[in-house]
DNA sequence: ACTCGTCTGATTGTCGGACAATCAGACGAG
DNA sequence: CTCGTCTGATTGTCCGACAATCAGACGAGT
């Protein structure tokens, strides 16, 4: 069971190849041209027309289209058509609730979760940090900042939980898109996560998670200030 | 803007009509199939086989794949085909985990939520004990019982953390799909969830919160029993 | 006995074209 | 002002085709 040529563990850890699909690329494409804002909300994403500008069949448009409206970036109208999501009010709620639950349930666990996952978080911060100090653009900026609460998700070491963190994080990205009062508070946003990391650090959790409610609630106001929607009641 | 044809509300609130297309169909079909076991995890869903089986052209069922795989209920090995899920231990773990983390933030807002919320929980708990009861199938009873679960993720008012809350249940209906342990149970179930209900109702959020947490690890452990797999540590 | 090429059959991934069903908007009759 | 009808555009679904990829068999060489 042990034989030189079929050892149970592998000397080629290290290795690994990026198998992309067209698909998966045409979606990455849509996705880059999301996030840098190139496309408004509500823009109509036509099959034929993608086809033709990027250079692949209908089919394979259509399924990436199925990707991005599955990830949220994107809404199909049945017989209508694939659309740039467009947030209204009740969907930020919604997103910015969902994170908080994600998020606190993460942070409730850092005494019980593995150290690299609590690696994972500190390391975000600097990268944060660093980019905020450096000359990083809208785009960079706001990855790093949402890559911090991505970690915060990692702490429950669930592959299921941090793949709809993700999900949230790209439509916050698209809402995002188009608002440039990030760097504005990029050094407060940094001082603020270092004040939770520092609380994780200390063992009172406790007082992290509502520390951490309190910026989720903070950031979806100002979201919805940033996006000219009205506060839903 | 309130002119007698367009108004705001429309008297016709309680008519709806249920568009589903081809691919919806197909995906029902095939889900129907796997929650009631005619399909062994593991087998594979050839393309070509399904279409003639069901009579619908091959980009229909390949579409109707995707969404079960989304859906975690079906995976997809590049270039291989699509199979129906085989759950290891680690998956189980991170179902049970990530169903944890959504029900107990739904418990937690037991005050807070809306009386129509708190009104689905205790609809719930009556249609299982009635199903308990009554000489309901095997994929009733695991409904039912999945409806008191989706119902207290409900009380996070959330559709982002319902439609995963949704997958979760699709993956634990796929895994249950040959186990008939449950009816033996059914009557300690329907006595554990009433006691929970008794706990929120009491406004004892937290002792609520711990019992089912409690639930929640033993669900996973005699799940994993009832699957023949080994516990992880 | 074990490894390594090669072949082969099956299946997916992607393509192109085709058509009915459906929808939004314009247009005209009542 | 409302109600049919028409029209053009787009999607949903179907069909047929082909290269790329994979698993397994088979045989040659060491």
């Not at 999301?34 to 034929?48: N, Q, S, V």
């Not at 609730?97 to 666990?109: K, N, T, W």
């Not at 509502?210 to 000219?228: G, V």
């Amino acid at each position: 069971m042990a034989g030189p040529t079929a050892a149970g563990d592998s000397p080629f850890g290290s290795l690994s190849l990026e198998h992309s699909s067209t698909v998966d690329r045409v979606a990455g494409e849509l996705r880059r041209a999301l996030f840098d804002g190139e496309l408004e909300p509500g823009t109509p994403l036509r099959e034929i027309a993608l086809a033709e500008a990027i250079g692949v069949s209908r089919s394979t448009v259509r399924e990436a289209l199925g990707l991005l409206v599955n990830e949220g970036v994107a809404t199909r109208e049945p017989n209508r058509g694939v659309f740039v999501t467009e947030l209204d009010p009740d969907s930020v709620r919604d997103v910015c609730r969902s994170r908080a639950v994600l998020e606190i349930a993460g942070v409730r666990r850092w005494a019980t979760a593995s150290e690299a996952a609590r690696d994972a978080v500190r390391r975000a911060l600097v990268d944060f940090t660093v980019a905020a100090q450096s000359d990083a653009s809208r785009a960079e900026l706001t990855a790093a900042h949402l890559g911090i609460h991505r970690s915060l998700v990692g702490l429950t070491e669930s592959q299921r939980l941090m793949s709809l963190a993700d999900a949230l994080s790209a439509e916050v990205r698209l809402g995002l898109a188009k608002v440039d009062r990030i760097r504005r508070n990029s050094t407060d946003q940094v001082a603020s996560h270092r004040a939770l990391l520092n609380l994780l650090e200390r063992g009172d959790t406790e007082a992290a998670a509502t520390e951490l409610q309190h910026h989720l609630e903070h950031a979806e106001t100002s979201m919805l200030d940033a996006l000219h929607l009205p506060h839903s009641t």
